[in-house]
Nanobody, 121 residues
Framework: EVQLVESGGGLVQPGGSLRLSCAAS????????MKWVRQAPGKGLEWVSV????????YYVESVKGRFTISRDNAKNTLYLQMNSLRSEDTAVYYC??????????????WGQGTRVTVSS
């Protein structure tokens, strides 16, 4: 059974940092690209970043470039999102998602339950 469990969300002041983690199980982790997707209050889903199975290819939505860094530790079956210089508009529930192959740009097959990030003073 595929399981994706996010952690690391919380309340942070503007300009602060958080690191999200996603613990994966039930599949061969390095065989699949992984993605972070967020949903702000009252808005639709927005993909934030994606990383290939071996970690050598990454992409970011324009609004987080230079502030967020996606990474993965395939030995620990864990995906990360380092978020720096946080803004109020980053407030959202952040979901970890598994794609259907090792290359970025595939179809999302599984979702985690999400972790809430609130950026506020």
């Amino acid at each position: 059974e595929v399981q994706l469990v996010e952690s690391g969300g919380g309340l942070v002041q503007p300009g602060g940092s958080l690191r999200l983690s996603c613990a994966a199980s039930g599949f061969t982790f390095d065989g699949y690209a992984m993605k972070w997707v967020r949903q702000a209050p009252g808005k639709g889903l927005e993909w934030v970043s994606v990383i290939s199975g071996n970690g050598d290819t990454t992409y970011y939505v324009e609004s987080v470039k230079g502030r967020f860094t996606i990474s993965r530790d395939n030995a620990k079956n864990t995906l990360y999102l380092q978020m720096n210089s946080l803004r109020s508009e980053d407030t959202a529930v952040y979901y970890c998602a598994k794609e259907d192959n090792r290359w970025v740009g595939g179809r999302v097959e599984y979702w985690g339950q999400g972790t809430r990030v609130t950026v506020s003073s």
